[in-house]
């Protein structure tokens, strides 16, 4: 196979195409949205332009949608390693089928049973399981996180493990400071405890493969506009465990957890996500994985296994460079020899400015951050940073290279230098 060609990979993206000021923009914030390639925008404008229709009529527009609905649910089950479509549900984002399935989930518990959730989770997978807690009086726990790098703290969710523990929601990797949980072994120990597992796998999805067989997931929910398509979001749930819970849904809908039209449109473009992403695997990734062999499911993983190691490449740079820049804090995983551990996703602090300050100046450079919490509101307050702005986040993705690296390196050495002097106020 070729070597991982980013150019030729960039041409497909018209985002990129981006200037300001004469110069490239430089988009590192992927984590709250990747851009998308050409053939997801034209799939979504041709779904208008030729099939636009509701679901279920005896006619060719209406009879293409139903098609496409079928297909886009098997692409995306074959993305998760589903063994059948049946177990994907698409919705409006993982945030909205979080709290529709949690509704389910909960009306099989008892009063008085518990649900564990993490620090380390953005809030769509905590403050649904909270909100129905209290509807139906269940107890909430939460697995804490070491601090000093980041990680869950596996004693703590032994702790909070019990007999009446009936869920567990946790993130397959932290949106805010990019660390890899566990997975299969956290699934290990929720299963022997006699538990669920809910895995938010949102941030993840983009970074690496995903096999929910493997893991023996009971649920797994990420978002298709975080790995290059439309804003849709998409759940995996074991058949086993979907068949045995209740539906809230209108009496006629076609399916127990798909309710009210969807956006076909968005589904258009999520089947042309994966094809982006199968080719990606015919052509760059290993042979090996037998990718070019005509196996959807070979194509994506050995096109994820690509992305990996291009983004682990970019990570190692990135994170050289930012430790290396004085009063600048990497929070997270830090060690270099521990890049398996993370995504290329970074949080930073810098001494004498606040996130919101940095990313505007980043922002006027061209160069695309986010700063704040990102929905990791209670991971933020733990590491006592809420209340001082939360911290700046660098979102790599396979799309960037290594000249946007080394030019945000040089961006962030020249404002940590100058809030050495002093900071000044930037309006936002």
């Known amino acids: 196979m070729p070597p991982f060609d980013v150019a030729a990979i960039r041409a497909q993206f018209p985002a990129l195409r981006r200037q300001q000021d004469g110069r490239p923009v430089v988009f590192l914030d992927g984590p709250g949205g990747t851009q998308v390639p050409d053939r997801v925008i034209d799939a979504v404008s041709g779904y208008y332009r030729t099939m636009n229709a509701n679901s279920g009529g005896a006619f060719v527009t209406s009879q293409a949608t139903d098609a496409l609905a079928a297909a886009t649910h098997a692409a995306v089950a074959t993305f998760l390693g589903a063994a059948s479509p049946d177990e994907v549900k698409l919705g409006a984002n993982m945030t909205t089928l979080t709290f529709h399935v949690s509704r389910a989930i909960a009306a099989t518990f008892a009063a008085g049973d518990e649900i564990v959730v993490t620090t380390l989770d953005h809030e769509a997978n905590v403050s649904p399981w909270r909100a129905v807690a209290a509807d139906r009086g269940l107890v909430v726990r939460t697995v804490d996180i070491h601090p000093e790098d980041g990680t869950l703290d596996l004693e703590s969710l032994d702790a909070a493990l019990g007999p009446r523990t009936r869920l567990v929601a946790f993130g397959y990797a932290s949106n805010a400071l990019g660390t890899i949980s566990p997975v299969g072994e956290i699934i290990g120990r929720i299963h022997a405890a006699g538990a669920l597992a809910y895995v938010d796998a949102v941030h993840f999805a983009p970074h690496g493969s995903i096999d929910v067989a493997a893991l023996d997931a009971d649920f797994l929910v990420c ?57 990606l695997g015919r052509t760059y990734g290993s042979e090996a994985r037998g990718a070019g062999a005509g196996d959807a499911r070979r194509e994506l993983v050995a096109a994820m296994d690509a992305i990996v190691g291009h983004e682990r490449a970019l990570a190692g740079r990135m994170l050289d460079g930012l430790v290396a820049i004085p009063g600048l804090r990497v929070w997270g995983i830090a060690d270099p020899a521990r890049l398996a551990e993370r995504t290329p996703t970074f949080a930073v602090t810098i001494a004498g400015t606040s996130p919101a300050e940095a990313a505007a100046e980043l922002g006027r450079a061209g160069i695309f951050t986010w700063d704040g919490d990102f929905y990791a509101r209670g991971l933020i307050e733990r590491l006592g940073l809420y209340e001082r702005g939360g911290v700046l986040r660098l979102g790599l993705v396979h799309y960037s290279t290594e000249v946007e690296v080394d030019r945000t390196l040089e961006a962030l050495a020249t404002i940590a230098a100058r809030a050495t002097v002093g900071s000044r106020p930037v309006a936002r």
């Open 223 to 279: 978002s298709v506009y975080k790995w290059f398509g439309p804003h849709l979001g998409a759940l995996y749930g074991k058949a086993a465990v979907l068949d045995h819970l209740p539906a809230y849904k209108v009496r006629p809908a076609h399916d127990r957890f798909e309710t009210g039209t969807p956006s076909f449109e968005a589904y258009a473009g999520t089947l042309a996500a994966v094809d982006y992403l199968r080719e």
